[in-house]
């Protein structure tokens, strides 16, 4: 080995340090200048956030809170509302929301889709009841995400998870698994040559799972809808003008939709409750009372076990559910497992619900 091998070595070291030195520094420089744009840029998201809830105030949401803590660094920007509340004015009077949790959320790389968490416990109370909750929301996740354009909200997707709703008097709880909702405006066709009222403006998508209403209500068909799901579109124009009134304005807006002939076309109804299972398709629209009317095809499954059990909960009488079971066995078909199933027209006029041509019951009253 001769004396300049040490010297080389040396060099080669002196070499790599400084290479690293370098790397490290300017990796220093980058992450300190994205400190910087991410402190500037979550700045600029808060900002968004409180021009978002001074703009519910024209629609007569009035939203306090504390103050807005920023988080989520790195990859997130987090907007926590600190002591948020809610002030809604609705034609029942005017209620008070207030939630444990209200976190707006985005990824610095995807400003365009902005979710509001809101998981935890709600009290909701009229606004004269001294601060006492009149109903307690709880989930273990809910959290709504929107699609932002230039022209405003572009889609709305809703997921929650193990909700259960209290209300201060006895049996009124009400639990749910799952819901999941989805909205967005209809895309315009150029090629589209229909009136208004049979274009769609809105399509729509949601679904509840374990389904469990008020204890007291006693349903005919067990304590749980296992599931609810329905898919289509709103067809006519049918939205509300800003405005502080805006809520009080409903029956409105959807007296001028049902008027100009606006109906809501379902492509997928699915439900499975005890025995009963169904699935089809149809339309829906309002009738001069303010009534939803409709027209279906559906595939039935466990009619029979369905109306007996109507006939026992006293939701049909004896004669009517005879009547119905001899008919619609009559028309009834069977599976390759030679299960029994329907394929029947479902109707839906003046609160009164038919299957086939038999009328099975009454429909409560839609209260606006």
Known sequence: MTSSEPAGDARAADSRAHRIAIVLGLAAALAALYGAGWVYAAGRFADGVRAFIAARQVQGIAVAYADIALGGFPFRFDARLLAPSATVALPSGTWIWRPDRAVFSARPWSLDRVTLDL?????????????????TVSSRAFALEAGISGAGISALALRADGIRVHGRVAEKDITVGRLRADWRPAAAALADSRPEHARPSQTFAWSVE???????????????????????????????????????RWRDVFGRWRDDGGTIELSRVEGRWGALALAGE???????A?????????????????????????AVSG???????????????????????????ISLQERRLYVGPVALLTVPALAW
């Open 282 to 288: 149809g339309t829906l629209a309002l009738d001069g």
């Open 210 to 248: 374990a389904f469990r209403p008020p204890h007291a209500m006693r349903l005919p068909l067990g304590d749980e809808i296992a599931r609810i799901a329905v898919a289509g579109e709103v067809r006519g124009r049918l939205a509300v003008e800003e405005g502080r009134d805006a809520f009080a």
């Open 319 to 345: 004669t009517n559910a005879f009547a119905a079971k001899v008919a619609l066995t009559a028309l009834a078909r069977r599976d390759e497992g030679g299960r029994p199933y329907l394929t029947l027209p």
């Open 119 to 135: 998981s935890g416990t709600h009290a909701i109370a009229p606004a004269d009841a001294s601060g006492l909750a009149r109903w």
């Open 290 to 314: 303010f009534q939803p009317v409709g027209a279906f095809t559906a595939r039935i499954e466990g009619y029979s076990e369905t109306i007996d059990a109507l006939r026992d909960a006293g």
